[in-house]
């Protein structure tokens, strides 16, 4: 049974940085791109980062470029999401995904997620 486990999340004010991990089991970890998406009440789920099944090459949406830091260890089955500078328009259920590509940016192209953490940036 594959699982995707995300923890790290709650509130934070704007300016302020927040830590996500997905912990992931029942599955060849390495072998898969992993990735972060976030979705808004109202809004469509929309891709945030994601990594190579290596390690090292990653891609980011621009929203959030330059302020946010995917991550993985593939010896511990875990990905995570460094943010930094937050911003009210990041609070949004946050979601650990794992997928074929980290050039892949739709969201059917990741076959496992997460339940999700949510993440409230607000003052």
């Known amino acids: 049974q594959v699982q995707l486990v995300e923890s790290g999340g709650g509130l934070e004010q704007p300016g302020g940085s927040l830590r996500l991990s997905c912990a992931a089991s029942g599955l060849t970890f390495s072998v898969y791109a992993m990735a972060w998406f976030r979705q808004a009440p109202g809004k469509e789920r929309e891709f945030v980062a994601a990594?190579?099944?290596?390690?090292?090459?990653?891609n980011y949406a621009d929203s959030v470029k330059g302020r946010f830091t995917i991550s993985r260890d593939n010896a511990k089955n875990t990905v995570s999401l460094q943010m930094n500078a937050l911003k009210p328009e990041d609070t949004a259920v946050y979601y650990c995904a794992a997928g074929a590509g980290w050039l892949i940016r739709i969201w059917a192209g990741y076959a496992y997620w997460g339940q999700g953490t949510q993440v409230t940036v607000s003052s």
């Open positions: 990594i190579k099944w290596s390690g090292g090459d990653t």
